[in-house]
């Protein structure tokens, strides 16, 4: 380990992107005793959590909430000092659209499914036909199975088909894990975007029957409210990983923003990144460099030093999406029956372009103002060109027509915000996890001391960037502190 002194000496570790991985990296890099620069090229911190204030109120445009079910977000959360000031999702129904209409969300259905069939049938989400495939699950569990060892990966789509049927993959998994991802469930990976299944894919148990015992030991199903959020939005989150960290010194963070980092050389003190800032090319050294950027940025710069590893990072493509966020009177919005929910999934079997809408003033208390009715929709799957084709206005008219087809709400709103997320939900299509962890070796190997974290690489959510964060912060502060000359046969 290295002293203090050698440490000050030594060039800052950098981080690449100040979204929400590469803020917390950089804290647990700084909290190790590291000075560190983080670069991002955008204007402010956060990346995908950016609260925006909209009609004269913080409103999240990206990210919009957490949740609890999580271990480490709440860990995280008292580590900021964030417990006090956070705030509970209300209990309430979600709408789900079928071919029967609207139905309620049934309790103990997550994204990967039912854990209980009890609630699926009372909500008549599902056909009787469907239901009876449904309840054969225990019985045809030990088909299939996905070999536990190796790297064999099934779409998580076809895993649930073939466990409870095609019905409940379409009607169920489709808007909830499919609309998370925006994606299709088709194509997107069991391993890396339902882990929790693989136990059961692999040793053929089933996932009923397994709920079931739980029940008859007396497990209870965890708080059915969980979600949480801030009022003065998820930037709290943000603000906070980087209190009390400021300065240039062992242990602190300095940010510069509007910094685009264009190239990562091997130096003979570790790393050379190069960045256009606001005044022109920047150089920089570095100790060691965590890229918390999507694959593809992280793919530009590493192809000139690992092939290799940008050759598999390349391979995790991303959709584009929107999020519009509409204030409406609240007296015409509270007359309409399907509007006394949370909020409405949509499947993509559906062919609309409105994939959920958040019905904020119903669900958040601090968004429930006397004056207007906060109403959130996203747009946007992998495999849908539409959006791109659409400008702003055309896009809040195509939404609220799909609204209004779904829920019948048809009024006029008095503010209105669109955010676009270009290239921003990762895809993490079947095989993933094996392409990530060769490219990562791959990158160790040639680069000790340069990693990779975020939604791209271990899984879309904040919950699963605080994982990735804080074990690749600590990877590259080990590969960085063992750093000699980097060899360059081993950089081809
Ligand atoms: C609309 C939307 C809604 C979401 N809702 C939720 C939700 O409710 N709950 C939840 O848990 N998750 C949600 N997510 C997902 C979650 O927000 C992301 O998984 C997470 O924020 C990703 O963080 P990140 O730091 O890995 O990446 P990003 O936030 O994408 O940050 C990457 C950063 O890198 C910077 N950058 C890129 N290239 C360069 C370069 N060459 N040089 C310098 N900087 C660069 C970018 O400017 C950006 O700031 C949502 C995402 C979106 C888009």
Redesign the pocket.
């Known amino acids: 380990m290295s002293s203090p002194a050698h440490r000050a000496a030594s060039p800052p570790y950098v981080v690449?992107?100040?979204?929400?991985?590469?803020?917390l990296a950089a804290r647990r890099l700084a909290q190790a005793g590291h000075a560190v620069v983080v670069?991002?090229?955008?204007d402010r911190?956060?990346?995908?959590?950016h609260t925006g204030i909209v009609g004269g109120r913080p409103i999240?445009?990206?990210?919009?909430?957490?949740?609890l079910m999580y271990p480490q977000v709440g860990a995280l959360i008292d580590e900021l000092g964030l417990r006090e000031s956070m705030v509970l999702a209300r209990p309430g129904t979600s709408w789900l659209w079928t071919p029967r209409g609207l139905r309620p969300l049934p309790e103990g259905v997550g994204p990967a499914g039912p854990t209980r069939l009890r609630p699926v049938l009372r909500s008549r989400v599902m056909s009787l036909p469907g239901l009876v495939r449904a309840g054969l699950e225990p019985v045809v569990a030990g088909r299939g199975r996905l070999p536990a060892a190796g790297e064999d990966d099934m779409a998580v789509g076809d895993f649930v088909a073939s466990r409870f049927g095609r019905q409940v993959a379409d009607r169920l998994v489709d808007p909830l894990l499919g609309s998370l991802h925006s994606g299709d469930v088709r194509r997107l990976s069991l391993r890396a975007c339902a882990p929790s299944l693989v136990p059961a894919a692999t040793s053929g148990a089933s996932l009923l029957r397994a709920s079931r015992a739980r029940s008859r030991a007396g497990a209870r199903p965890g708080p059915a409210v969980s979600f949480v959020a801030w009022p003065q939005g998820l930037v709290a989150l943000t603000d906070a990983l980087l209190a009390g960290l400021g300065g240039l010194a062992p242990g602190a963070v300095e940010v510069r923003l509007q910094?685009?980092?264009?190239a990562l050389t091997p130096s003979p003190d570790g790393y050379r990144l190069t960045?256009t800032g606001p005044e022109g090319p920047v150089h920089l050294s570095a100790a060691g460099v965590l890229l918390?950027?999507?694959a593809a940025?992280a793919a530009?710069?590493l192809r000139p030093v690992v092939p290799a590893a940008a050759a598999g990072f390349a391979q995790t493509p991303a959709a584009s999406?929107?999020?519009v966020v509409l204030g409406l009177p609240p007296a015409p919005v509270r007359r309409v029956p399907a509007m006394r929910a949370n909020g409405l999934l949509v499947p993509s079997t559906e062919g609309s372009l409105l994939k959920a809408s958040t019905f904020l003033s119903n669900k958040w208390a601090h968004l429930e103002d006397t004056g207007v009715f906060w109403l959130r929709m996203?747009a946007g799957r992998y495999f849908d060109e539409r959006l791109a084709a659409l400008d702003d206005d055309a896009l809040v008219d195509h939404l609220r027509r799909d609204l209004r087809r779904f829920t019948g709400l048809d009024v006029h709103p008095d503010v209105v915000a669109v955010?676009r997320?270009p290239s921003?939900?990762?895809q993490l299509l079947v095989g993933h996890s094996a392409r990530v962890a060769a490219a990562r070796a791959a990158l160790a190997a040639a680069l000790p001391g340069v990693g990779v974290?975020?939604?791209?690489y271990d899984?879309?959510?904040?919950?699963?960037?605080i994982t990735?964060?804080t074990l690749i912060a600590a990877e590259v502060a080990a590969g960085g502190g063992r750093l000699g000359a980097p060899d360059p046969e081993r950089t081809r």
């Open positions: 690449v992107g100040a979204g929400f991985t590469g803020l670069l991002d090229a955008a911190v956060g990346g995908q959590v999240d445009l990206g990210s919009e909430a957490t949740h910094h685009r980092v264009t960045a918390a950027v999507p940025r530009e710069l999406v929107a999020t996203s955010r997320w921003a939900m990762p974290a975020g939604a791209s899984g879309v959510g904040l919950a699963s960037c990735s964060a």
